[in-house]
């Protein structure tokens, strides 16, 4: 499985932005989708999962009510809508496969592909 993130940029505080991660290699009807953000000096943390063939999403509390996932399966595209952008939010971002199919994973080990990272800054 190959994923490339993009979409990233610079946004002024209460913006938005819209990720995307384009997949590509092998079906993933039985994976699940993830995208994790990296501060500097920080670990990588969870933010959202979707399962690749149904409409179930686990959105981290942090992000919860500001962002969303989605998924486009004819593009195999996963998309990061982020609304209420802060400054906190400011990280590279990436998406991430799971054969487990599971959203309920949010530690990075669980997650065997990933996207190249994306980095999104919010200035205050």
């Known amino acids: 499985v190959q994923l490339q993130a993009y979409g990233g940029g610079l946004v002024q505080a209460g913006g938005s932005l819209r990720l995307s991660c384009a997949a590509s290699?092998?079906?993933?009807?039985?994976?699940?989708m993830g995208w994790f953000r990296q501060a500097p000096g920080k670990e990588r943390v969870f933010v959202a999962a979707i399962k690749w063939n149904d409409d179930m999403t686990n959105i981290d509390y942090s992000v919860n009510g500001r962002f969303t996932i989605s998924r486009d399966n004819p593009k195999n595209t996963v998309y990061l809508q982020m609304n209420s952008l802060k400054p906190e939010d400011t990280a590279v971002y990436y998406c991430a496969a799971s054969s487990s199919g599971s959203i309920w994973y949010t530690r990075p080990f669980r997650y065997g592909y990933w996207g190249q990272g994306t980095q999104v800054t919010v200035s205050s």
């Open positions: 290699g092998r079906t993933l009807d039985d994976y699940s």
